[in-house]
């Protein structure tokens, strides 16, 4: 039986995607050949590539509008560097709203000067600092919108003079933004897109080739979109079964869609542990609560061993917190039915009604 699947990341994908997914290792297109051993360059692979690229423009509503969209490999963590590398020249400014965003500036101090504009470190991440102003001569501002660890979530953004970057892994597609404040968005597939192997980045062409550095073919952002995403081999399968779901997203309506479910599930969720006296939220304040990622302690430890059962029991999978949080982590990616959040809800009222 299919698990309530919880998972942080790879995560759950749509039961129809991952059917799909498995026909076409078998039989790609009718063409009595696997997926997985057909030529990247093949006129049936091409059309993978630039639909799951229109695609991801299309639901960003980024089409027309001077953004390329690339799917690379080394994940976001690669990003991390590649930004900074590409659009680095003097000095970037950084939010710090978790440990991506940690290491993110890690990689960039690598290349030049990092301002870290704010960050709620002190408070092990519990919170999005809001109140920081940005250096008007920063080369760019980079923020994560989605702490996948820490489960926060940034609501708003700032208006700023200087190109935006934003590490959207785990939360794209989720939600409607006005996706044209920011000049580059990457996201690692594995956490709303698809399966790990691929990351998306949607850059805006305008804002590259202002640096003087000389950069290796592979981290430059201005090759990639030369060769339309093909300049070496492509993650051909991850890209594939991302496309699927993007196709998925868009016969269920697209992120508008989408983002009422993910409310819904998210208020199921939120309002049972703000209800339920043996669970208590991480962070701080609710406002700042992500719709992606919920995080949550048992406020009596005693009843560890009773809600860890319990919930196993259930069928559910992947609800352990991440071990600089511990306590439990709630993954409700664009995939996970409202459903599966009504099963780990019930079993809450069930761990208390055995306190
Ligand atoms: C998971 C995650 C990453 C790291 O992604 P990789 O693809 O493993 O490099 C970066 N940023 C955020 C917000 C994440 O959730």
Same mark, same amino acid.
């Given at each position: 039986m299919k698990k309530h699947n919880y998972s942080a990341g790879p995560c759950i994908l749509p039961q129809s995607v991952l059917n799909m997914a498995a026909a ?58 590649? @930004? ?5 020249? !003097? ?7 978790? @440990? ?8 960039? +101090? +690598? ?9 709620? !470190? ?21 923020? @994560? ?45 594995q956490?709303?897109?698809g399966p ?9 062409? *305008?804002?590259?080739? !202002?640096?003087? +550095? ?5 981290? $430059? ?20 079964v991302?496309?699927l779901t993007?196709?998925w ?12 479910q993910?409310?819904?599930k ?13 669970? *208590? ?7 700042? +609560? ?14 560890? $061993? ?5 919930w196993k029991e259930a069928g559910i999978n992947g609800l ?10 709630a993954s409700m990616y664009n995939a996970l039915p409202l459903e599966s959040v009504q099963v780990l809800?019930d079993v809450? !009222?069930?761990? *208390?009604?055995?306190?």
């Open positions: 076409a290792v078998l039989d790609f297109n009718n063409g009595g050949l696997s997926i997985l051993e057909i030529s990247h360059r093949s006129k049936d692979f091409v059309a993978v590539m630039e639909n799951a690229r229109q695609l991801a423009l299309e639901h960003l509503q980024l089409n027309d509008k001077g953004y390329t969209a690339l799917f690379l490999q080394g994940g976001a963590s690669l990003q991390f560097l590649m @930004t900074a590398y590409n659009l680095l020249d !003097k000095k970037a400014a950084y939010l710090n709203t978790g @440990t991506w965003s940690d290491k993110a500036i890690k990689e960039a +101090r +690598r290349i030049g000067e990092v301002v870290e504009v704010a960050s709620s !470190k002190e408070a092990n991440f519990n919170y999005i600092p809001k109140d920081y102003s940005i250096p008007s001569d920063a080369d760019y501002f980079h923020c @994560t919108s989605n702490n996948t660890i820490f489960g926060t979530q940034m609501k708003s953004f700032p208006e700023v003079a200087m190109p935006m970057i934003c590490d959207m892994s785990s939360d794209i597609f989720s939600r409607q933004l006005d996706f044209s404040k920011f000049d580059m968005i990457y996201a690692g597939a956490k709303n897109m790990a192997g691929t990351t998306l980045v949607v850059v805006k062409n *305008e804002i590259l080739g !202002k640096i003087k +550095r000389d950069i290796p073919a592979m981290l $430059d952002y201005k090759v990639h979109i030369a060769k339309d995403s093909m300049f070496n081999t492509p993650s051909v399968y991850a890209v594939y991302s496309m993007l196709e997203l868009r016969d269920l309506g697209g992120i508008a869609a989408i983002e009422q993910n409310n819904a998210a208020e199921l969720l939120y309002n049972e542990i703000d209800r339920n006296p043996l669970f *208590e939220g991480f962070v701080a304040k609710p406002e700042d +609560r992500s719709a992606m990622n919920a995080t949550f302690n048992l406020t009596d430890d005693g009843m560890k $061993d009773t809600f860890d059962s319990l352990n917190g991440h071990r600089s949080v511990g306590g439990y982590r809800v809450m !009222k069930m761990t *208390e009604n055995k306190a």
